[in-house]
């Protein structure tokens, strides 16, 4: 019996190393530029892009789509869960039609696109992919069989938006009323969400905006304070959050506040300017563009660029989402989302 059990040991490792770790193995991502990593560079209709120096540095040594200086809190997840990084959608399909790849991916795809927002008409002239239309692009995956069904409900999602709805709400003086906009913002969220769910999701998460009304863009904005954060923003991006039986809230805002309140704790010196940019706060020029300079050490600043954290921070809000308290994640964490009882026979064996 024993030697029945040491001849089935190595088998029985090597198994559970194939499926070792969380029940869930992929991750679908929906949003905007806080989780797009490739689909805008792929998009050569899009002009909002991030293809040159000093973008990806920290990690991936050259610009590769994303729009930090490294990895995005989806990248992080994904290593904490021990699966490889999502690729873009269209990247996975340029090389499905181009023959490099047999299929799309089984650990996921991201359909994140940059400058997208919850309304479709958001950038809407910037040729981004709007988060309705990246929907439909998981929807048609599903219908022409690229994933395998039975993986969606064992899958992650992860839903990001509304940030440039809001950005934009203050830059175009959109003459609806603060309320309305907002009420109109939330009914797509949920219509999307539900969508999701009709789709077979069912571990979603959902992430609260950063604050908004303090990224180093707002210098551009005609009546926001430099020397505060905007509040009149922040109050907005609060209110837009979406909470359900299989959902799980990601609170963002309170996470990035924390880091405000009590930098030197987080290794922080810098929770106001972006590290590389130009102008007020750093924020008129985007990192790489002309006149830009850029700090020596992008792991002191909380923004990398003039919208967006720098891969320190999303590594810290990772954390605090992976394995966080409930002030910071609920009813669940990441951790407890990805690792729900596994249906897998393989573990029923003892
Ligand atoms: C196919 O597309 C991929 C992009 O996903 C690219 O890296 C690769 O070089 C392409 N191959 C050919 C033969 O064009
Ligand atoms: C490209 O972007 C423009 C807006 O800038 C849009 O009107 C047009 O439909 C887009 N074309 C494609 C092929 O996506």
Redesign the pocket.
Known sequence: MLKLLLALLPLLSSTCLLVSGYSARAIFIFGDSIFDAGNNHFNKNCSAQTDFPHYGSSFFHHPIGRFTNGRTVADFISQFMGIELQESYL?AQ??VT?G?RRDYPTNGVNFASAGSGVLRETNEDLGVISIQEQLQQFQKLIQQNHIDKTLIPKSLFFFESGSNDIFNYFLLGDKRDLDTYVQTMLIQVADLVDQLYKLGARRIALFSLGPVGCVPARALLPNAPVDKCFDNMNLMGISVRYTGTTAVYGAVYDIVQRFRSVPSRYGLLDVTNACCGEGTLGGLVQCGREGYKMCPNPDQFLFWDYFHPSEHTYKLISMALWNGKKSTVRPASLKTLADLPRSHALFKIK
Do not use: I
């Open positions: 990247e340029l090389a181009n490099s």
